[in-house]
């Protein structure tokens, strides 16, 4: 059985609400909803949170919420991975069923595309990773990130590329925050994640980490600007 596993807490402190604050008409949580069934990958698409409000618009949207997270697991300090194995095993003792995969799925990933969960899915079967997810590439080369001192002051991170070409640089990428998939094994022993992985690339213009009021007017912009 796979499952696909959406982690939605009550508490988000800088965007209150945002789990379910609408997004191009409809509460976020529901574009992730939509994605996970539209790609047919899962047996059940499951939304693991503490807030019923949450909880019962995830079903009305098309989710199974089968347990309540623990407190303990919906504070602003607790990672994805214990809360993706809290679910696992509440859902095998609820459900009745073996799970053989995860994809963890967040809840603000409005431009999350269902050939991107097929086609990662397809990735990590063709591996030996634990894990896969979706990467972008920086926009900008990160051997040449800068610091400013209390004077506005520029100084390089690290000086020995100040004067190499950005085109001789290695390339680096960063975790688009959208999904990860994972074996039952993975998530269950294995909370490294990312150097336990393979990178799914796309592109950088569908990637907005929605964290900030900023974020959000961005992820805004960027789906006018998609939508026209």
């Known amino acids: 059985m796979k499952l696909a596993i959406i982690p939605a807490r009550g508490g988000s ?26 790609s047919d990958l899962f047996d059940h698409v499951i939304v693991s949170t503490d807030d019923e409000e949450i909880a019962q618009i995830a079903r009305e949207w098309g989710a199974k919420t089968p347990f309540v997270r623990p407190v303990e697991l919906a504070d602003d300090h607790t990672p994805t991975v214990p809360v993706v194995a809290h679910a696992i095993q509440a859902c095998e003792e609820i459900l009745g069923s073996q799970i053989d ?4 799925i967040y809840a603000c990933v409005p431009f999350l595309e269902i050939v991107d969960l097929k086609e990662s899915w397809a990735f990590l079967n063709r591996s030996d990773a634990d894990y896969c997810f979706p990467v972008a590439e920086f926009p900008s080369a990160i051997q040449r990130a800068m610091k400013r001192d209390e004077h506005g002051r520029t100084l390089p991170f690290y000086p020995e590329y100040e004067v190499v070409r950005t085109q001789d640089l290695e390339k680096a990428y960063h975790d688009a925050g959208q999904f990860y998939w994972g074996s039952k094994r993975a998530w269950l ?6 150097s336990s992985a393979i990178g799914y690339q796309i592109p950088g213009w569908r990637v907005v980490d929605i964290d900030t009021e900023d974020d959000w007017k961005r992820a805004e912009r960027i789906h006018l600007a998609s939508s026209n």
Request: proline share 8%; charged share 20%; aromatic share 2%.
């Open 13 to 38: 402190k800088r965007i209150p609400r945002k789990n379910i604050r609408l997004f191009a008409g409809k509460p976020m949580i529901a574009h992730a909803i939509a994605a996970a069934r539209g």
């Open 101 to 104: 995969h995860v994809c963890c």
């Open 189 to 194: 022993t294995n909370p490294r994640v990312h």
